[in-house]
Structures are given as C-alpha cells and as structure tokens.
C-alpha cells in the first residue's frame, strides 16, 4: 500500500469542528432537554435522547446491509476511518 498525501489543514479544520458540534450536541442535549420539558415529561425526554447511539448502530447495520447488496460485502470494508478509500487487497479478504 502507498503513502497517502497528508491531509490539509482546512481539512483537519472543518474535522475538529464538526466534532465539537457533535460534542456541544451530546453534552448540552440533556440539560437543554430537562430545561424545556415539563417534570413529568423528564423521563421520557431523556430516554427518547438516550435512543441516539443504539439507533445509529442500528441504521449503520442497516445501510452497510444495503452497500454490501448492491456492491459486495467487501465494500463495507472498503473504506477507513479517515475516509480514503482502502484497497479491498489490502484487507486480505
């Protein structure tokens, strides 16, 4: 496998900030939550919130299902975590 550029600083830029958007969200949803919902309603506020991360894994399941249908179930694996695409050789599939 080759060396791959390095990535640009814009790129690493845009990357930390999406990822205190997502931070700013998972952190502050709760109490925002528990502030504008009536005291009954705080249970199931927070269990609605609590849903996000199982239901991710579920809907990522199920698109990687719908990749591997129409491309190969390799293709799920065709992809890092940097978002460069991998040769499926490399994989030693």
């Known amino acids: 496998m ?3 550029p390095p990535r640009g600083r814009v ?11 997502y931070l700013l969200v998972v952190v ?16 199931f506020a927070l269990s609605l919130w609590g849903t996000f991360v199982p239901a991710g ?7 990687a ?5 129409g491309a190969g179930w390799r293709i799920i694996f065709a992809v890092d975590r940097d978002r460069r695409v991998v040769d499926v050789s490399d994989i030693g599939l």
């Open 11 to 21: 790129h690493r830029t845009s990357a930390r900030f999406a990822l205190g958007l």
């Open 57 to 63: 894994i579920a809907l990522s399941g199920i698109a």
């Open 65 to 69: 299902a719908a990749f591997a249908d």
């Open 28 to 43: 502050a949803s709760p109490s925002l939550m528990v502030s504008t919902a009536e005291p009954r309603h705080h249970a």
């Open 2 to 4: 080759t060396a791959l």
